[in-house]
T-cell receptor, first 115, second 116 residues
Framework: AQSVAQPEDQVNVAEGNPLTVKCTYS??????LFWYVQYPNRGLQFLLK??????LVKGSYGFEAEFNKSQTSFHLKKPSALVSDSALYFC?????????????FGRGTSLIVHP | EAGVAQSPRYKIIEKRQSVAFWCNPI?????LYWYQQILGQGPKLLIQ????????DSQLPKDRFSAERLKGVDSTLKIQPAKLEDSAVYLC??????????????FGSGTQLSVL
């Protein structure tokens, strides 16, 4: 069965510093990977996805993610954090064609950016 | 473009009572999902519809939860009777086709349920 792991409950970073939110996955075949962000009292919003091609994927709000097949990771990154980036971040995986099609989410990582 | 609409926004009930949540997906989206998000956890899929048919309901506690999407548009999720452990945010999401697994999901703001 497919799964994702987000090993950190919380990530703290100072404004202006680079940030990384970690995600590892387990899926048979080539994965479809996603990052979503959730602001307080809001639903999840799509940030970016990896399907195939370039291992560095660029998304909304200056975020990017690096796909690493050998390490089965898909870490979310941003070169310079903003206070407004403080939110809950979820990594998700979907089986490739022929799989279950069920989007499976990690438990989330709370990002706190300090002024 | 209107987003995914959910109601009510909040609901407080006592255990053993029943409750219903409503979702109206983005117009034209064929696939609709109901997720349960317990505090401190990631969203867990309860049921997935493709038009008005169920694609997956393997994680739906069918002894107390039910869901329908009769006309392939809006959907209702019901809990009867509710238990304390059902306290969670219930998220509805939709996507254009669903069978194309590289599609992103569009989420509503959720219904926060508290069972006392």
């Amino acid at each position: 069965a497919q799964s994702v792991a987000q090993p950190e409950d919380q990530v703290n970073v100072a404004e202006g510093n680079p940030l990384t939110v970690k995600c590892t996955y387990s899926v048979s075949g080539n994965p479809y990977l996603f990052w979503y962000v959730q602001y307080p009292n809001r639903g999840l919003q799509f940030l970016l996805k990896y399907i195939t091609g370039d291992n560095l994927v660029k998304g909304s709000y200056g975020f990017e993610a690096e796909f690493n097949k050998s390490q089965t990771s898909f870490h979310l990154k941003k070169p310079s954090a903003l206070v407004s980036d403080s939110a809950l971040y979820f990594c998700a995986v979907r089986d490739p064609p022929g799989g279950s099609y069920i989007p499976t989410f990690g438990r989330g990582t709370s990002l706190i950016v300090h002024p | 473009e209107a987003g995914v609409a959910q109601s009510p926004r909040y609901k407080i009930i006592e255990k053993r009572q029943s409750v219903a949540f409503w979702c109206n997906p983005i117009s034209g989206h064929a696939t609709l999902y109901w997720y349960q998000q317990i505090l401190g956890q990631g969203p867990k899929l309860l049921i997935q519809f493709q038009n008005n048919g169920v694609v997956d309901d393997s994680q739906l506690p069918k002894d107390r939860f039910s869901a329908e999407r009769l006309k392939g548009v809006d959907s209702t999720l019901k809990i009867q009777p509710a238990k304390l452990e059902d306290s969670a945010v219930y998220l509805c999401a939709s996507s254009q086709q669903g069978r194309t697994t590289n599609e992103k999901l569009f989420f509503g703001s959720g219904t926060q349920l508290s069972v006392l």
